[in-house]
């Protein structure tokens, strides 16, 4: 325990460090809301036993994909102790609980004390509130919020929010003791490589272990070891799992898939047609993320997939003008044509009663 009585991350029980350092599948958790847009809890309920039994290695909640609003309207608090006490009801295997954080410093400290209270073991720490701070400002921030909950860092892409981060900043942010992990999802190379490199040059790469949040570029980020180079010193790291808006659909398939690609980089011999796999679920994505609506789509796109599982019964935002985008209902129609064997409806129908029940 943090000496101010915040969390450290050697306070995390080890089978659960166990999981997240080995790499797992993360999904970041939808909220579910009835036709009055009011919170559907047995919905959420029914969606965290999915998760769970789909072979999850955790949950991430409050973070986008369960709307940011969940503050402005009280439920900040409900929906993270729900995942939780579900979580805890429904398995006894070590499961990593991650809760996002946001907001200016007050807010952010706030966050992760209600996440610590509940039991979660991390938070992530998104930064968009900050935009226009500067780099000293911003790791103040990222250093304040560290004295309560191991953080996981998060570089969110610009189109839904996020603000660019230097090499610099990734140094100074992976220099932070109680960084435990990083969810880099800037969709940009560039970026990603940023992150590489800082998370090296700060020597924490036995400390930090990188989560592709790329949903453009999954399995590839999955298969590629990141080489980079340090003065004298070369250093190899990789993403040894996903925290994913996209991996809130189709779930087992997902873990399926991250299996697959485990023991492709355990062999040392990546075949063609996992490979193959990277365009695929990149073409999924573009559709369930809305990318031809520059993204607007992307959290009623997960919810359409789940409501069509019988998962959620509205696609329902917080935000009434958050909707499915123009022709998107008709791409996932094409999606489920083209690419059945990526889908999980068969595992979610022969369960969906007793995750309900």
Same mark, same amino acid.
């Given at each position: 325990?943090?000496?101010?009585g915040g969390l ?9 460090l166990?999981?997240?350092r080995?790499?797992a599948v993360?999904?970041a958790h ?6 009055q847009?009011?919170f559907d809890?047995?919905?959420q ?8 039994d789909?072979?999850?290695?955790g949950?991430?909640?409050?973070v986008?994909?369960t ?6 309207v009280?439920l900040?608090?409900p929906v993270?102790?729900l995942?939780?006490q579900t979580?805890?009801?429904w398995?006894?295997r ?5 809760a996002g954080?946001?907001?200016? @410093?007050?807010? #952010?400290?706030?966050e992760a004390?209600?996440a610590?209270?509940v039991?979660?073991?991390?938070? =992530? $720490? !998104?930064?968009g ?5 500067s ?5 103040e ?6 004295k309560?909950?191991?953080?996981v860092?998060?570089y969110?892409?610009?189109?839904v ?5 230097s090499?610099?900043?990734w ?6 003791d109680?960084?435990i992990a ?5 969709f940009n190379r560039?970026r990603t ?5 800082g998370v090296?040059?700060a020597?924490a790469?036995?400390?930090?272990t990188?989560?592709?949040?790329n949903d453009d570029h999954i399995v590839a980020?999955?298969l @590629?070891p990141l #080489?980079v180079?340090i003065?004298?010193r070369?250093v190899?790291l990789?993403?040894?799992?996903g =925290? $994913? !808006?996209?991996?809130s659909?189709?779930?087992?398939t997902?873990v399926d898939?991250?299996?697959s690609t ?5 062999r040392?011999?990546?075949?063609l ?7 695929k679920?990149?073409?999924c994505?573009?559709v ?9 789509g992307?959290?009623?796109?997960c ?8 998962l959620m019964r ?5 935000d009434?003008?958050e909707v499915?985008?123009p ?5 996932i129609?094409?999606i489920?044509a083209?690419?059945?064997e990526l @889908?999980d409806? #068969?595992?979610?129908?022969?369960n969906?009663?007793r995750?309900?029940?």
């Amino acid at each position: 325990m943090a000496a101010n009585g915040g969390l450290h991350w050697t306070d995390i029980p080890a089978p659960v460090l166990a999981v997240l350092r080995g790499g797992a599948v993360l999904p970041a958790h939808p909220l579910a809301l009835d036709e009055q847009r009011r919170f559907d809890r047995e919905s959420q309920r029914a969606l965290s036993r999915y998760y769970i039994d789909a072979g999850s290695g955790g949950l991430a909640v409050g973070v986008h994909a369960t709307q940011f609003q969940i503050r402005d309207v009280g439920l900040y608090h409900p929906v993270l102790e729900l995942a939780r006490q579900t979580a805890a009801e429904w398995t006894d295997r070590p499961l990593v609980m991650i809760a996002g954080a946001i907001g200016r @410093t007050a807010q #952010a400290v706030e966050e992760a004390r209600v996440a610590r209270a509940v039991g979660y073991h991390a938070v =992530l $720490l !998104g930064l968009g509130a900050l935009k226009g701070a500067s780099e000293d400002e911003l790791v103040e921030h990222c250093a304040a919020v560290a004295k309560e909950m191991p953080l996981v860092g998060f570089y969110l892409q610009t189109a839904v929010g996020g603000i660019p981060l230097s090499r610099g900043f990734w140094t100074r942010f992976a220099a932070l003791d109680n960084v435990i992990a990083i969810k880099v999802a800037p969709f940009n190379r560039y970026r990603t490589l940023d992150v590489a490199f800082g998370v090296a040059a700060a020597g924490a790469e036995e400390r930090i272990t990188l989560y592709t949040g790329n949903d453009d570029h999954i399995v590839a980020d999955l298969l @590629t070891p990141l #080489a980079v180079r340090i003065g004298n010193r070369e250093v190899t790291l990789r993403f040894r799992g996903g =925290l $994913l !808006g996209h991996w809130s659909v189709w779930t087992k398939t997902a873990v399926d898939l991250l299996v697959s690609t485990q023991q492709a980089v355990e062999r040392g011999n990546v075949p063609l047609d996992v490979l193959a796999l990277d365009s695929k679920v990149t073409d999924c994505n573009a559709v369930v993320f809305d990318v031809a609506n520059d993204f607007r789509g992307c959290i009623p796109g997960c919810h359409e997939v789940l409501r069509r599982q019988g998962l959620m019964r509205t696609v329902h935002c917080l935000d009434p003008e958050e909707v499915l985008g123009p022709g998107q209902a008709q791409e996932i129609d094409r999606i489920y044509a083209t690419w059945p064997e990526l @889908t999980d409806d #068969a595992f979610v129908a022969a369960n969906l009663a007793r995750w309900r029940g």
